[in-house]
């Protein structure tokens, strides 16, 4: 089972890639607002990976619940930032750059909280 500095690196990969993708000047916004996601993923599953007993969740419901029942301050950011991700993955949804600002919020909202206010 992977622990909390797997993922704090898993976060930090995502986040380079994010960065590497915004240099193309929004061609890529579907991605950004992805991997956004999945840097937050991470960030909760590296909480989750010191619990006792430690928590690995293969599916996206059961991690939302966790979130809730662990981390209820991020529980709607995370949601957000989850839909958000999955419209545009899966949906005929076009970001726009108001889109990648509405992720980075729920994005900086989770991180400010991970870092200062999960214990």
Do not use: C
């Amino acid at each position: 089972m992977p622990d909390k500095q797997w993922h704090l690196q898993k976060k930090d990969s995502n986040l380079l890639a994010k960065a590497q993708l915004a240099i193309s000047a929004g061609q890529f916004w579907d991605w950004e607002i992805t991997i956004l996601f999945y840097a937050a993923l991470h960030y909760v599953d590296s909480f989750f990976s010191e619990l006792t007993p430690p928590e690995h969740p293969k599916k996206h419901g059961k991690r939302r619940k966790l979130v809730g029942n662990h981390l209820n301050p991020i529980a709607e950011d995370y949601r957000l930032l989850n839909a958000l991700s999955e419209n545009a993955r899966y949906e005929s949804f076009t970001p726009r750059q108001s889109d990648i600002d509405e992720a980075w919020k729920y994005y900086q909202n989770i991180q400010t909280f991970m870092q200062t206010g999960a214990k």
